[in-house]
């Protein structure tokens, strides 16, 4: 799979962003927190845009897809080396 610059320059500022709140030894806890502000994030966005109760089955199949494709890509190196 191939992801444009411009994403993957997004991608990395979350990344630095939860490399220098884990610098104190909370890894962990950074990442919970950025997982539960991605559900946070992605359900405001679904609802805002006009997300209705009917689709919010299919909205959650496909943020708990995209999900698990993500991290198991990032596992397996397929978008780059997991450091």
Request: avoid cysteine; proline fraction near 4%.
């Amino acid at each position: 799979m191939s992801y444009a610059p411009e994403f993957l320059n997004l991608v990395d500022k979350f990344i630095h962003l939860a490399n220098d709140l884990a610098e104190d030894g909370r890894a962990g806890e950074v990442s919970a927190a950025i997982l539960f502000a991605a559900g946070r994030y992605n359900a405001f966005n679904f609802v805002s845009t006009g997300g209705t109760d009917e689709a919010r089955p299919q909205a959650v199949d496909f943020y708990v897809s995209e999900y698990r494709k993500a991290f198991v890509s990032n596992l397996e190196g397929v978008v780059g080396p997991v450091v």
